[in-house]
T-cell receptor, first 113, second 115 residues
């Protein structure tokens, strides 16, 4: 049973435009959410996180939005750059820390120069 | 942040054999995690390894198939035993850290192909 879902396996965006990656979850006990980026032959690298007490967290070009009532979060990348091309994973934790993470299946983002 | 290395980076193995994957962290950490990522799938937690105690396995994973060692606070190994083609995956180790924005830091992964 997949508790964290990323329904779009791929996304293509023009350089300079906004990339929006979506993630849905089913477990109302999830309190902490993270986004990771993964390049081929590398492990996932942490991008940004948000706790359930917030609805938005911003770090440079990356913003994560959380809609708890809809059990939905999204990652916005503005402006998108070719170096952002990677697989993006959404993850959720039932606690306030990152010791117990449930991952989505990933979305492959391609930023077209 | 933590810097994590894994050995080997990739391997091709025959069915019925075993492979031991090493994970080395550049700092002392309490908890280390082992994940599997099968082709086209999400990362699935195999087990949590604490130094000085038995590893805690997730549902669907057993110690006989995936024995884990954690001899100290910077090192762990995962063995994939009696391999079959279904074990072909990327195996990743990770540790937690990051202070206020706590996260897991991942190693580069070990890509395993079982023939």
């Amino acid at each position: 049973d997949q508790q964290v879902k990323q329904n779009s396996p791929s996304l293509s965006v023009q350089e300079g435009r906004i990339s929006i990656l979506n993630c849905d979850y089913t477990n109302s006990m999830f309190d902490y959410f993270l986004w990771y980026k993964k390049y081929p032959a590398e492990g996932p690298t942490f991008l940004i996180s948000i706790s359930s007490i917030k609805d938005k967290n911003e770090d440079g070009r990356f913003t994560v939005f959380l809609n708890k009532s809809a059990k939905h979060l999204s990652l916005h990348i503005v402006p998108s750059q070719p170096g952002d091309s990677a697989v993006y994973f959404c993850a959720a934790s039932p606690g306030t820390g990152a010791n117990n993470l449930f991952f989505g299946t990933g979305t492959r983002l391609t930023v077209i120069p | 942040s933590a810097v994590i290395s894994q050995k080997p980076s990739r391997d091709i193995c025959q069915r019925g054999t075993s492979l031991t994957i090493q994970c080395q962290v550049d700092s002392q950490v309490t908890m280390m995690f082992w994940y599997r990522q099968q082709p086209g799938q999400s990362l699935t937690l195999i087990a949590t390894a604490n130094q000085g105690s038995e590893a805690t396995y997730e549902s669907g994973f057993v110690i006989d198939k995936f024995p884990i060692s954690r001899p100290n606070l910077t090192f762990s190994t995962l063995t994939v035993s009696n391999m079959s083609p279904e074990d072909s995956s990327i195996y990743l180790c990770s540790v937690t850290g990051g202070g206020s924005q706590e996260t897991q830091y991942f190693g580069p992964g070990t890509r395993l192909l079982v023939l």
